[in-house]
């Protein structure tokens, strides 16, 4: 397993699921080249990056002649390949734990990815308030979070590890729409986003203006 390193993202580099992989390969020092699709041409749809991408969506990680999509797959090969610098915690169950999370993350909590979408994140876009059934999904975030996150804790597991980052960029849809969180969650998110690795992708020279 060797080659290149490369992360196809979106162009808008608002997709949290690239963020979480360009996190990843950044937390591991690792050299890659990134490269942009355009969504909004549906570039993700066009003969070049389908041979590519199995899913014809972004992350897209390609490692000399392999290819791999979906952002938490892509986080896990990433570090049983190079597990110089761990991103998942080493305790077996706290790794299920980081795992449990990052696959609730991505299937669940629609009515927050909706009405509070990435734009607002990166790109101090403002939205409506929420409706019932997003609030249902805050509240449903808020417990989860907080039975997660040990008190007065910087990171959900012994160390830092890629949910964190994924876990932070959930709340951060509804800090930077200036949504109520309780206020250790809040805290806690905007130290995760300090991370070096996030505020790399947050302020990227090839992030559109
Ligand atoms: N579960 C996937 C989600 C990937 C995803 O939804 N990517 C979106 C951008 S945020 C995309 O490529 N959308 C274009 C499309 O589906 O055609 C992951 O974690 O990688």
Not at 22 to 34: D, I, M
Not at 100 to 121: F, G, N, Y
Not at 195 to 203: C, D, E, G, M, T
């Amino acid at each position: 397993m060797s080659g290149a390193l490369q992360l196809y993202v979106d162009a808008r580099m608002t997709s949290p699921y690239a963020m979480s992989a360009f996190v990843a390969l950044t937390e591991k020092g690792l050299p890659f080249a990134l490269q942009t699709v355009d969504l909004a041409v549906q570039a993700q749809h066009a003969p070049e990056y389908t041979a590519l991408s199995t899913t014809q969506r972004v992350p897209t990680l390609i490692h000399g002649d392999f290819a791999l999509c979906e952002s938490s797959a892509i986080d896990e090969y990433l570090d049983e390949v190079f597990p110089e610098v761990s991103i998942y915690p080493k305790d077996i169950q706290q790794r299920a734990l980081a795992r449990q999370l990052q696959a609730w993350l991505r299937s669940d909590l629609m009515p927050i990815r909706s009405e509070r979408d990435t734009e607002v994140v990166f790109y101090g876009a403002k939205r409506a308030p929420l409706s019932q059934e997003a609030l249902r999904s805050v509240d449903k975030l808020i417990l989860a979070a907080t039975r997660l996150l040990p008190e007065h804790a910087d990171n959900l597991f012994d160390t830092y590890s890629i949910a964190d980052t994924d876990l932070a960029m959930m709340l951060m849809r509804l800090i930077a729409n200036g949504d109520n969180l309780p206020a250790r969650l809040r805290v806690y998110a905007e130290r995760q986003w300090m991370r070096p690795s996030v505020q790399a992708w947050v302020n990227h020279p090839s992030r559109k203006k």
